[in-house]
């Protein structure tokens, strides 16, 4: 299956920021392509999604100097990929989940990176109704910055942030009765 989505969009938004309580009256264009997949060959399948988007602050009627910039936390593609191979009794795969880099505020001055998590699994159907599972999200315990609340370094050199958690695994035991 593949399913290809244009997009223009010309949107208008009146808020607060909660961060730190400035007014937002400001409107925005985007444009850009989805796209989702999905390719099986015997055991084995292939699952992606990616999104791009051009994004601009096109006026902004508080602070006028930011307009032309990227908002905040608008990365150019977020992407996800999950091959798997299954049959009757076991399925092992992982979802890879990134994003390119985007910016921390509007203004543009200080950019957050871009990550790929990895998240794995192995299911086991040892016997008919019972499933035992194997999970482990951000496998490899990358640093996933999703935002920050500072526009620019600050001269203590530290910035309010947060973080995906890192590394988990979890085992289940199911009974289907």
Not at 27 to 37: M, T
Not at 85 to 96: H, L, P, Q
Not at 141 to 147: C, R
């Amino acid at each position: 299956t593949l399913n290809l989505t244009g997009f223009h969009v010309e949107a208008q938004d009146s808020n607060i920021n909660t961060a730190n309580g400035s007014v937002i009256a400001r409107d925005y264009k985007a444009k850009g392509l989805e796209f989702e997949g999905g390719f099986r060959k015997g055991p084995f399948s292939l699952t992606a999604g990616a999104t791009y988007t051009a994004a601009t602050i096109v006026t902004d009627r508080v602070t006028p100097a930011i307009e032309g910039n990227i908002p905040r936390h608008q990365a150019s593609l977020i992407f996800q990929a999950t091959p798997q191979i299954s049959n009757d009794r076991f399925a092992v795969g992982a979802v890879f989940i990134g994003t390119t880099d985007s910016y921390a505020q509007d203004v543009n001055q200080l950019k957050m990176p871009g990550y790929v998590t990895t998240n794995a699994f192995v299911q086991v159907r040892p016997v008919d109704r019972v499933l035992v599972s194997l999970n482990a999200t951000n496998l490899f315990d990358t640093i996933a910055l999703t935002g920050i609340d500072e526009a620019s370094i600050p001269a203590s050199g530290i910035v309010r942030g947060r973080l995906l958690n890192g590394r988990a695994i979890s085992t289940t035991l199911r009974l289907d009765f």
